[in-house]
């Protein structure tokens, strides 16, 4: 009876019956730029199951410019999926690049000891295809201009961003062995 107890608990705790497995919600400011980001969703109102903020998926984001009273939407055209990474540097502190929310530390790693210098101008987004089981990573300078696809992860694989090396790894199992793919970060 504990056992169901704790894990009914569990379940009723846990953000995937709270409507936000998926779709992490982007409402940040970027400190070096001064840019905003924030989520745009499918059907705001809408949510899942015991959902108390009723969100649906995340289908854009706004990168939203406070001098100019502008925003541009990342994507031309709302993702079909939906968004389930935002990533993005915005400080250095104790040896390593710090990045947006640091919610997403098992994303960005071999981040000890880094050498100070300038931060990237870049964006990074994983948009996740639930047919096809893969994820898209897309990246745009923190303006959301130049927006491009870098590569197609498929949920097998692992992926991050190795900090010191400044690369975006991906890392497919092969059998008893692996096959890596470095793109510039």
């Not at 894990?7 to 709270?18: G, M, P, Q």
């Not at 998926?57 to 994507?75: E, G, Q, R, W």
């Not at 031309?76 to 250095?92: C, H, M, N």
Request: charged share 25%; proline share 3%; glycine share 8%.
């Amino acid at each position: 009876m504990k056992y169901l107890t704790g894990l009914l608990l569990f379940f009723i705790c846990t953000s995937a019956f709270a409507g936000d497995y998926y779709e992490p919600r982007t409402n940040t400011y970027d400190p070096v730029t001064g840019l905003y980001y924030k989520s745009v969703e499918a059907s705001p109102g809408k949510g899942g199951f015991l959902s108390s903020s009723s969100r649906s998926a995340v289908v854009n984001i706004a990168v939203y410019d406070p001098s100019k009273a502008t925003y541009t939407l990342l994507f031309k055209e709302p993702v079909r999926e939906g968004i389930s990474v935002v990533l993005f540097e915005t400080g250095f502190k104790d040896g390593s690049i710090r990045f947006n929310g640091e919610t997403n530390s098992n994303l960005t790693l071999n981040n000890v000891n880094v050498t100070k210098r300038e931060l990237r101008d870049k964006l990074l987004v994983g948009v996740q295809n639930n047919d096809s089981k893969t994820t898209d990573l897309f990246v745009s300078d923190k303006r959301g201009n130049h927006l491009k696809k870098l590569v197609t992860v498929p949920f097998a694989a692992d992926w991050h961003i190795d900090v010191k090396n400044s690369k975006l790894r991906v890392v497919h199992q092969t059998g008893k062995g692996i096959r890596v793919e470095n793109y510039t970060w």
